[in-house]
């Protein structure tokens, strides 16, 4: 079992930077891989960036050399820096744990672009 506690999100302006961070409790956090969710009212979520348990990542194409997603094992806690915002990345974001199978979310956290 996994619990995820994000944080970090806020208001910030177009153009500004905001560094998520999810931290996890539980055993076995370098064997999950990680990923950053984000979610807009009436629409579906969708899978920002993610980092497997050998720190390979992957991000969508919209955020591709703004976002960096990392980890640190030693604290149990993934990361999520977000440069040069945009409005559009206004969304609810979540961190997602997954091994066998299992998957697990945070209770989200709100990130707001807008001048």
């Known amino acids: 079992q996994v619990q995820l506690v994000e944080s970090g999100g806020g208001l910030v302006q177009p153009g500004g930077s905001l560094r998520l961070s999810c931290a996890a409790s539980?055993?076995?956090?370098?064997?999950?891989?990680m990923g950053w969710y984000r979610q807009t009212p009436g629409k579906q979520r969708e899978l920002v960036a993610g980092?497997?348990?050998?720190?390979?990542?992957a991000y969508i194409t919209s955020v591709k050399g703004r976002f960096t997603i990392s980890r640190d094992n030693a604290k149990n806690t993934v990361y999520l820096q977000m440069n040069s915002l945009k409005p559009e990345d206004t969304a609810v974001y979540y961190c997602?744990?997954?091994?066998?199978?299992?998957?697990?979310w945070g209770q989200g956290t709100q990130v707001t672009v807008s001048s």
């Open positions: 980092i497997g348990s050998g720190g390979g990542t």
């Open positions: 997602n744990a997954y091994l066998d199978q299992s998957d697990y």
């Open positions: 539980g055993s076995n956090f370098n064997k999950y891989t």
